[in-house]
Every structure is written in C-alpha cells, then in structure tokens.
C-alpha cells in the first residue's frame, strides 16, 4: 500500500483552508503566552493559572514549554527539577521538525539514538537502551512484556505529529514507573483539547516534505471546545521510500515503508475539580525492511506493525487531605509480522505475534506535610499491569500461485500464552523547591509473575539431537523488585544549584527472556529459565545553572548493574552454530556490570536574539560474564554492547522576534573501537569486512531557517548534511540520510 496519493489529496484539499500557526487554536487576542493554546495535558494541575476567558477552570493547566512532569509525576519548572533531565518542547519541535518521535531526541543532551532501519531508533541513554529504558506515552507504559533485550522500534509507534513535549529522565526511575527504568525514562506527552468559554473549531493542517527519502507525510486535527467539553481527533498519513545516505553510500535500497495513525482525544468537565480524559492512538506501519537481517536470496521485513492504545484518566483537583487523585485504565495492543523471503528455498516464513496489556493505576497527592522538615508533599499510589502475548509462525512456498501458510509451532517466538503480571505500591516526599534546599525521597516495592507454558519447541526442531532435547515444563516464575531513592538540591546562588541523587532501579524478567526462540541479532536464540531480576544502584552528582541569559548543566553518575540480562554463546547439542551458521545464544544473568557517565551542556544568550548552545556526552561501561561454551573459563571483561562513543552538539540560533529564526549546527561522534563480543558478531556494529575494528567517527553539518507567513502560517526549511558526509550512529544498520531538505508547513484555525 502507498499512502504518497492520499497525502497528497489531504493536502491539497486542506491548502484552502483558513490557516493559523499551530501554536494559536484561540483568538490571539487571549492566547496565554507560554502555553500551547490548543493543548492541556493530566496530571499538571499544580502549574500557574491561565486567563479565565480561554480556560474557565484556573486549577488545570496546559502542559507548558518550561513545565514538566515526569521526574516526580507532579507539575514543575525545568530548573528546579531534582534529576538530569532532558526536555523536548513544543517550541523545539516547531523549530527543528521531526521525521519520527525517536529522530525529535537526536539533538537532546544523554540520549544516543540507535536506528536499525529507517522505521526505527532506540534511545541509549547511560549505555542502556531495549529493555533498560522505559517508554511512557501520556504517562503509561509503551513497554511490554515482550520487550526484547536489543534496539526495538516501539518509540516509533508514536506519531510525531501529535507530541507536543518530549521529557527524558536519565538514570533510573523505578520507583515511580516500575520494572525496566534502569537506564531512564522517556515519557512523550501529546496534544489534549482546551476548553473554551464559548464554542471554538479545533482545526489544524501540517505536511512535510524531505529530499533523502522523497517523503510525504501530512496530519489533519479536527474538533470542537466548549466550555466543560472538548473533542478532537487526529489523521496522520506518510509515505517514506529508499533512503539516500552519503556520498559514498547513495541511494539505500529497501529502507522505505509506509504509515497511517489515528487518535481521538475526549476532554470533560464533570464538575469544578473533577475532569475525564478519553483517548485512544493508532497506528499501522507496513513494509519496514531489517537490511541488517537481508543478504541477496534472503530478506526480512517488518510487513506490518500495529499499536492500538485506548486510555482513560479520571482525575480530581481540590482542598481537603487529598490535594489531587486520578484513577487511570489503559489497553494497548501491539503487534508486529515479520516476514523472511527465502528466495534459494522458495519459501516465505511468517513470524506473528500479538500482544495486549491491561492497566490500572491509581495515585494520589495530600498537603505538605509540615511535621516534616521542608514541608515535603506526599505522593502515594499502586498500579497493576497484565500481558498476554500469542505467537505464530508458518511457512508458504514462493513459486505457488498464492501464498498458503502451513503453521509450525515449533518455529513459534514464544509457545501457547504466556502472560505477565506486574504489581506494586509506592510512595514518594518531595519538599518545597522554592527554598534554598530540598529534597525527595521514594520507595517502591513490586510483584512480578510470568507464567510460562509448556515448552518443547527444542525437541520438535531436533529430533536427531545425540542427546534428546528436554520438554520444558508449564511454570511460574514469580520475583519481587525494590526500588528507592534519594535526593538532595541546594541552591547556593541566585540560580545556581547542586544536586545529590542516589536511586536504585530493577527489571525482572520478562516473557521474551523466558522464552524467546530464533534469530536475534547476531545468533541464534535458545529459551533458558535460569533468570533473576537485575538490580541497579546510581549514585548521581551535578550542577544546574539557570541565570537568565545563561543555562547549563553537568552531571556526573556512577551506576553499578548486578545480574544484567544479555545474550550470550552457547551450546546445543555440543554444537556452537545452527545450520545456518549462527552462533546458539541464551540469556544468562551476567556478574556485574558498571557504568560511568558525564553529561554537559551550557546554553548562553549572546545577545538578546543570538543564542550559542553546546553538550556532550561521554559513557564508559564494563562487564563481567561467563562463557558457557568452555567450563572453567575465568569471567569475561568487556564493554556493553553498543555503548555510545563520546558525542555531542554545537548550535548558533539567531531569533530576532517572533516572526523568523535562523540556525546553524554540528552534531558529532567520535569514533567507537570499544566493542563487546557481541558486537563484533552484530553487522549494525562491524560490517562483515576485514579486520572490524570501529565505528567511523563524525560531523554533521545543518542549517534551518523559520517563519511565521502572517497570523497564519508557519514554515520550517532544514539543510540536513550540507557537506553530504556518510556516516551512522554507532550501532545502527543504517545510514544516515546524506545532504538533503526538509520542508514543513503547520497551520490551524
């Protein structure tokens, strides 16, 4: 299916439409100045009051470019939060479009993006990234539990046109989001309707247009607010073909793939204090090639990938010993078909799985507590997430006159219907951030089981094993998961802060760790029960500055894993390859693992419309793991896989009113030649040429230039690449695109 017709259609069909700049759903005239005026987010109760004209309730707030969340899940300026935060704002993604939700963070200090494809990019941050980082959207979990243990392509389910802020905690956030937030948490934040005190349209347009890969893609908004109601909903159409790297890569064939998202956002006022929040997302991406997988006479493509997320937030505002609740209910259900073309053996092999989760949460906020010293706000809550996940796999011949697939349970990802269950409580003080010291405080405790069912997929695809594979029985794996942490901030001048955290973070296995069977990365996966939670322990210490003209931050953390999860050889039926010449892996608990990272970046005003702004980012880690393939074998030193190369930004921007921005900036790499076995044995990270030994280090040079063209309209040109330099980020199975134009235009009513 090419969606390039129905984008141009919608396009041209909207180009008459009366149009506005995309931050303006209401009248100029009572537009609040910092606030998205056609966006409120749950959850932000707690931010300043806005004009009563535009929103008659004062006590909710519209998620703001300075406000954010996710650190304490409680509204509060950027630079008095108590963690290393990255922020993406609204303002930030009008000026800088984004193709994708995980290409909005390639400019954001801590955060590597890794791409496998082109309809992919993981965020590595602190050298963690899969299973590691936690994925929120509007606050609930993206991730499953399916999620694999390397670079996954889930943040891209995600329509971007939809984000409105983008909030990057680094370093672990376990006890107030659970298992998986080691490395840190990514919570993107879309667009909510406003109310309004007479009736408004909700109309908006946005299309973008991009040279590397001849692209299309255009999103219409359409709705109404009233004064206790506010609906919108939301259309998202792109097309994307062969992407065209640098100069010594060209055109990439099979990197193209389409895409289609729906959402539906329902906003209501049941009383003063008391609001419901409905919405459901969607998406369907078909025909995203893995070239990484793909040798000529056999190619592997993602035909079809599916998210479907409805959600329900039922939150209350008020006096009394409960400042703010909210109850939440989600369903998600994400899917993928992956499809391998065995052209030598005339077959097409089809790998299926689905998998829906269930959650409920609940939380709450009372008063100061002002027994306590700093006068801490208490935040209390529970939660409970269920997954189910089913798998398929079969076999048609590529010569027959249709595709007839015969199934073969034994080659199935996971056997039957393994689910997950996940349930905890936690707690978190936070004290005062408008006096000279504060602190936080938090703890978590979590229940986790997996169960697992009969297994004997090993038995079925090898019969003539010297030794008979076993059938592993139907279980229950159950685990228990702590997290705390600790905080300090002192401020010890006008806008100077020093901050102390220590935290700990878990993960407990999932069910693909249990039970994943065939090719992963670079070997040949086998199931393997032997598996106890990972444990995290960050000791983080920092500065941020905040003087008007001046902005920065440095940070510096030290993080140790024990029992990481990862990957490693072993044997089957004494043998260390497949037939097909791939290294037998399983997951096996690693010794430990430590992880030093420094992060900095200083933005500073030159002159009133000049900004200079600079980051870097270094990662060092080190593991320790055995070898099962040899008995006796002293541990295994070595890096993470993937660990990101010392990487950083320079950028110029010149602002001189509202009305037009012009910006130059370098993104660069060093090169990487710390690499782990795995990478060694993973084509993303050492191409099969002689003598592997790094990952080429790079600059990258852009320039981006904006308008308002009148009350409304809005355009944004970027100069990608202009010395069309080949490069990729570190551990990708992509290039990325060579010099090459983005053109995007937003408009509204």
Not at 478 to 491: C, D, P, T, Y
Request: overall charge negative.
């Amino acid at each position: 299916m090419h969606l390039r017709p129905f984008v141009l259609m919608a396009c041209c069909a909207l180009s008459g439409a009366p149009l506005a700049t995309a931050r303006a759903q209401q009248p100029p005239a009572v537009e609040p100045p910092t606030a998205p005026a056609d966006t409120q987010s749950p959850g932000t109760s707690e931010a300043p009051a806005r004009d009563a004209a535009t929103e008659p309730e004062t006590d909710v707030e519209p998620v703001i470019p300075q406000t954010v969340v996710t650190a304490t899940r409680s509204p509060q300026s950027t630079a008095s939060q108590p963690r290393a935060m990255s922020v993406v704002t609204r303002e930030d993604l009008s000026h800088r479009p984004a193709r994708t939700t995980p290409e909005a963070l390639f400019e954001s200090e801590g955060v590597f993006l890794q791409k496998t494809n082109h309809g992919g990019g993981a965020p590595i941050i602190r050298g963690l990234y899969g299973q590691h980082v936690l994925l929120l959207v509007d606050g609930v979990r993206l991730n499953n539990g399916t999620v694999r243990s390397g670079p996954n392509q889930y943040l891209n389910t995600v329509d971007p046109f939809l984000v409105e802020q983008l909030e990057v905690v680094r370093g672990p956030g376990s006890v107030l989001y659970g298992s998986d937030a080691l490395g840190g948490v990514v919570n993107v934040r879309t667009f909510w309707p406003r109310f309004a005190s007479e009736a408004e349209p909700i109309g908006a347009v946005r299309a973008m247009a991009g040279s590397a890969d001849t692209s299309l893609q255009g999103h219409l908004r359409a709705g109404v607010s009233l004064q206790d109601t506010a609906v919108a909903g939301a259309l998202s159409l792109r097309d994307f073909n062969d992407l065209r790297g640098g100069d010594l890569v060209g055109v990439q064939r099979y990197t193209g793939y389409q895409e289609g998202d729906a959402a539906l956002k329902v906003r209501q006022r049941l009383r003063p204090g008391l609001q419901l929040y409905l919405q459901y997302q969607g998406v369907r991406q078909s025909d995203a090639p893995r070239l990484d997988r793909s040798v000529p006479g056999d190619f592997r493509r993602f035909s079809d990938q599916v998210r479907d997320f409805g959600h329900a937030r039922l939150e209350q505002t008020g006096a009394g010993w409960l400042r703010r609740g909210a109850v939440e209910f989600s369903v998600t259900r994400q899917g993928e078909q992956v499809d391998r073309f065995r052209v030598s053996r005339d077959r097409l092999e089809r790998d299926d799985v689905d998998v829906w989760t269930v959650g409920v949460r609940a939380e709450g906020e009372a008063p100061p507590v002002s027994a306590l010293p700093g006068a801490p706000v208490p935040l209390f809550g529970a939660e409970v997430f269920h997954d189910k996940a089913s798998s398929s796999f079969g076999r048609s011949a590529l010569s027959g006159a249709e595709l007839d697939f015969s199934p073969r349970p034994e080659d199935a990802r996971y056997p039957g219907e393994p689910t997950a269950l996940a349930a905890g409580v936690f707690g978190l003080l936070s004290s005062d951030v408008a006096r000279p010291f504060s602190y936080h405080a938090g703890l978590r405790a979590q229940l986790h089981r997996v169960s697992l069912p009969e297994d004997g997929r090993l038995a079925a695809l090898f019969p003539d094993a010297s030794v008979p594979l076993p059938v592993l029985p139907a279980i229950t794996q159950n685990a228990v998961g702590l997290a705390g942490e600790l905080g300090v901030r002192q401020r010890v001048a006008e806008g100077v802060s020093v901050l102390l955290n220590l935290g700990s973070g878990f993960r407990a296995p999932n069910i693909d760790d249990y039970l994943r069977l065939g090719a992963e990365g670079p070997g040949y996966l086998v199931p393997g029960r032997d598996l106890h939670p990972e444990q995290s322990y960050t000791a983080e210490v920092g500065t941020r500055v905040d003087r008007g003209r001046v902005g920065a931050q440095v940070f510096y953390a030290f993080t140790v894993v024990d029992g990481l999860v990862g990957n490693v050889p072993t044997l089957l039926d004494g043998q260390e390859l497949n037939p097909d010449g791939l290294p037998y892996l399983t997951r096996q608990n690693r010794e430990r693992a430590v992880i030093h990272a420094l992060e900095a970046a200083v933005s500073v005003k030159v002159l009133p419309s000049v900004t200079l702004a600079t980051h870097a980012t270094y990662t060092h880690t080190q593991q320790k793991r055995r070898d099962l393939t040899a008995e006796g074998e002293p541990l295994i030193l070595e890096p993470l896989s993937r660990t990101p190369p010392l990487n950083g930004l320079v950028r110029a921007t010149w602002e001189p009113g509202e009305v037009l921005f012009l910006e130059g900036s370098a993104r660069w790499a060093l090169a990487q030649d710390d690499f782990s076995a795995a990478d060694l044995l993973d084509i993303r990270t050492c191409a099969e040429v002689p003598d592997c030994a790094r990952t080429p280090g790079f600059i990258v040079f852009s320039a981006r230039a904006g308008a308002k063209l009148g009350k409304r309209l809005s355009a944004a040109l970027t100069l990608q690449n202009l010395f069309d330099a080949t490069y990729r980020t570190h551990g990708s199975g992509v290039d990325e695109p060579g010099r090459s134009a983005v053109l995007a235009l937003e408009a509204s009513l």
